[in-house]
């Protein structure tokens, strides 16, 4: 499924076979994207492209319960959001998924619109994690194309150190630090230096 | 004979009546009258003869040995008169005469005494027949049973006392068979009388039961046995007995209701067990009745309306509309207070209905069922609901039994075979800890139970169902490896569908 079609796309996990085929035909018939499964493993079976997407997952499923496949994905580093939806939610039940971040948590019979407001709300967040991703992961491929006294110098550097005295510290000629911070300056594409000092912390956070 | 009702009641002394002394008189007056006339005439003739007549007399009025002193007292008499008219001469005619009297008087004595001996025995005879007359009409009249007999082919009947009590006819009442069928209930009658017929055609005793509607609407149930007796002229009579079984069968009947009403709230009761996974059962299709009406509704009110769409979740709506009544049916089904009905059954669809209906039940327990559909079909003759409810019973029990057990599977299994006899067998299994030897014979006893909520009805009343089957059931375990509860009841095989 990696084709170009980056829309989003929504992901139904439900044992129960006319739940499934009526959200498969609710969500297209309001223009989304949507692939059902029957259990977490046939889920895991396909892989999914980079499109923004959720998943809405019944609570109790024959076998490994919604609640043990949520825990399952973040094991995987699968960090889609999960809209919960269940045949009798109760309290324990759904403080356990929201803890485990889940996005809502539904009660069937639910309101159609209570579920695609939900499923549109998970689908914003995924693609601005996304984003974020996105630029996190561009910065640490500039990074990663610093040569290893290149990225030294930037360490220091951006502790607010001078030229002399990184110079000192590493043990090389004042030019030569100043050849390496230019560089550095460069490949990370940092117009100034406080461009610089931000982008290391966002490195240093991720 | 009139002295019989006091014979029965008979004390070994009894107060002599009045005329009894006043005959006693008179026999001795007439004693006393022979005497002076034997004494005082000059008649030539044996008058002392007439002693006879005081002899005769006392048999009715004394004991055997009272009958024998006056006898003996005659004789004496006799002797007295002789001797004080004639003195002592031998050898005369008188004294021939006196010979005469004498003789007369002792083999008079004798057969008083015989006649005495035997009317005593007869009047025994007759006291102990009365007695055991006494006592048969007691107890006919404790046991409800009484004495018939029919002649055939006149039709003509005898009815005891207890008879006549149970068909309420009066003791005026000739009786006959016409009678009799004529208080028969009229759905019985046919019966009854193709029965007599038959018995009568065949020379066979009769056996039947059947009801009396009596003048007043109510009915009683009778049980008629008869045997058949010959006798010398060729006709044949039935002798028997008729029994009135009214409280029995009314006590039967309470005893069934009540067992199928018992039967009833324990299923009601199980039903509320499962009210979470029944709501489940039920909100499901609902839900995704609703989903799918709210996607057709969306492809309907699109510019350009998807009718294929719209079509397949319309399709959808009513599988799953037939899906939840589906689901009320079968609960309705096992809610409802019916007398059960005994029908043939594939005990195979009984157990996929029951494994059905707590299908959520075990999801929840987080259970492995195993449940193999044995090939041959399995024909037994139940109630369809009294033993879905064994079967459930035992299904939620083996998993209430596991629900306690961390770290290792739970396994239930429930399968079908046939017993050595031939009897079609169930058997549910689970692998939890077990029962001890000590609470396995307690088991399907009322109120016995290990659930801290338990109301120890589950397996008494499998066990009142799967008797009322003609079947057992029992348990077997092995502490720590689980249990297995079995029950098995006979195949019925006729008129496959």
Redesign the interface.
């Known amino acids: 499924m990696s084709n170009p079609d980056l829309s989003p796309i929504v992901f139904v996990v439900d044992d129960?076979p006319?739940?499934r085929?009526?959200?498969d035909?609710?969500l297209?018939?309001?223009g989304m994207r949507a692939c059902a499964y029957s259990s977490g493993a046939e889920f895991l079976q396909h892989p999914f492209d980079d499109s923004p997407a959720c998943l809405i997952l019944d609570v109790?499923l024959?076998g490994e319960s919604g609640l043990d496949f949520q825990v399952r994905l973040s094991d995987l580093n699968v960090s889609m959001p999960i809209v919960f939806i269940s045949?009798?939610g109760d309290i324990a039940m759904s403080v356990k998924a929201m803890k485990a971040g889940a996005l809502d948590f539904l009660v069937?019979?639910?309101r159609?619109q209570d579920l695609l407001d939900a499923v549109t709300a998970a689908l914003q967040q995924d693609s601005k994690r996304r984003e974020t991703g996105k630029a996190a992961d561009e910065l640490r491929s500039r990074y990663q194309k610093l040569t290893a006294r290149e990225q030294e110098v930037m360490a220091y550097a951006v502790t607010g150190l001078m030229n002399k005295q990184i110079a000192a510290e590493m043990g090389l000629s004042e030019i030569t630090v100043k050849i390496h911070r230019g560089h550095a300056m460069k490949k990370m594409e940092a117009r100034t230096f406080a461009d610089l000092v931000k982008m290391s912390q966002a490195l240093a956070e991720q | 004979m009139k002295t019989l009702p006091v014979a029965l009641m008979a004390a070994p002394r009894t107060p002599i009546p009045p005329s009894v002394w006043l005959l006693r008189l008179g026999a001795v007056v007439l004693a006393f009258i022979i005497f002076l006339i034997d004494w005082l005439s000059s008649l030539d003739v044996a008058i002392a003869v007439l002693y006879v007549v005081v002899i005769l007399m006392s048999g009715d009025l004394f004991e055997r040995r009272g009958v024998a002193i006056v006898s003996a007292g005659c004789g004496v008499l006799t002797l007295l008169a002789y001797l004080l008219s004639h003195g002592d001469a031998w050898l005369t005619p008188a004294f021939a005469r006196c010979l005469v009297s004498l003789s007369a008087i002792a083999i008079t004595g004798f057969l008083a005494l015989k006649i005495k001996a035997s009317k005593d025995a007869l009047q025994e005879q007759v006291h102990l027949l009365h007695r055991s007359e006494a006592f048969l009409a007691e107890a006919q009249r404790l046991s409800q049973t009484g004495s018939i007999g029919l002649k055939m082919p006149s039709a003509e009947m005898y009815w005891s006392d207890e008879a006549r009590r149970i068909f309420q006819f009066d003791e005026q009442l000739q009786p006959t068979l016409e009678y009799m069928i004529g208080r028969t209930h009229p759905e019985d009658v046919d019966d009854l009388k193709s029965l007599i017929e038959q018995a009568y055609a065949r020379h066979a005793n009769m056996e039947a039961e059947f009801r009396l509607l009596m003048t007043d609407g109510s009915s009683k149930y009778v049980r008629m046995l008869a045997q058949q007796v010959q006798d010398a002229t060729g006709c044949c009579e039935y002798i028997g007995a008729l029994m009135d079984v009214t409280a029995t069968k009314n006590a039967e009947e309470a005893l069934h209701r009540s067992q199928s009403q018992l039967a009833h709230v324990t299923r009601v009761t199980t039903l509320g067990e499962m009210a979470?996974s029944i709501?489940?059962e039920v909100?499901?299709?609902?839900?995704?009745?609703?989903?799918?009406a709210?996607?057709?509704l969306?492809?309907l009110n699109?510019e350009v309306p998807?009718m294929g769409?719209v079509r397949?979740?319309i399709d959808?709506i009513k599988?799953?509309a037939h899906?939840a009544s589906e689901v009320i049916r079968r609960i309705r089904a096992l809610s409802r207070k019916t007398d059960p009905k005994h029908v043939q059954l594939d005990l195979r669809d009984v157990l996929q209905e029951s494994v059905a209906l707590v299908q959520r039940e075990i999801?929840r327990h987080r259970v492995h069922l195993n449940a193999q559909r044995s090939v041959e079909p399995m024909w037994v003759k139940g109630d369809r609901v009294q033993l879905q409810q064994v079967i459930i019973n035992l299904l939620i029990n083996a998993m209430q039994a596991m629900s306690g057990m961390h770290g290792k599977e739970r396994i239930l299994s429930a399968g079908l075979g046939n017993t050595p006899t031939g009897d079609v067998c169930l058997r549910v299994q689970d692998n939890g800890p077990g029962i001890s030897a000590q609470n396995l014979p307690s088991l399907f006893n009322p109120f016995f139970t290990t659930k801290p909520e338990g109301m120890g009805m589950g397996l008494s009343i499998c066990r009142s169902i799967i008797d009322a089957h003609g079947g057992r059931i029992w348990a077997e375990s092995e502490l720590g490896r689980g249990a297995a509860l079995n029950f098995s009841m006979p195949t019925h095989e006729q008129a496959q569908s």
């Open positions: 129960d006319a739940i085929a009526g959200l035909s609710l297209r018939s309001v109790r024959q045949g009798h069937k019979p639910f159609e | 979470a709501a489940h909100n499901q299709p609902l839900s995704a009745v609703t989903t799918n709210e996607a057709g969306r492809w699109r998807d769409e397949s979740a959808r599988s799953e899906r999801l």
